[in-house]
C-alpha cells in the first residue's frame, strides 16, 4: 500500500482574512506545498490538530463559488 501522508512540516500557513483573532472560527490554507492538494486546517488546533487536503480544482471551485455568493446557508 502506497504512503499517503503530506509532510507538512515545512508548510507555510496562511490565516483566513476573516480571521479575528478572537478565537472564532478561524481556518488556515498552505498552498504550494504539494502539487495539486490544498491543506486546510482549524486554527485554534495548529499546528497539531488534523488537517484536511482537498484537490487544487475542487478547492478552487469551492473558493469560486464563495466569492459569487451561491451557498445555501
Known amino acids: 500500500m502506497a504512503n499517503t501522508e503530506i509532510d ?3 508548510a507555510l500557513w496562511r490565516k483566513s482574512s476573516y480571521s ?4 472564532g472560527e478561524c ?5 504550494g ?3 495539486a492538494t490544498v491543506p486546510v486546517r ?3 488546533t495548529a499546528p497539531y490538530g488534523p488537517v484536511l487536503t482537498f ?4 478547492w478552487a471551485h469551492f473558493i469560486s463559488t464563495l466569492r459569487e455568493g451561491n451557498v445555501n446557508a
Open 8 to 10: 507538512l512540516q515545512q
Open 20 to 23: 479575528n483573532g478572537s478565537g
Open 27 to 31: 481556518v488556515e490554507v498552505a498552498v
Open 33 to 35: 506545498t504539494v502539487e
Open 42 to 44: 482549524d486554527t485554534k
Open 55 to 58: 484537490p487544487t480544482a475542487q
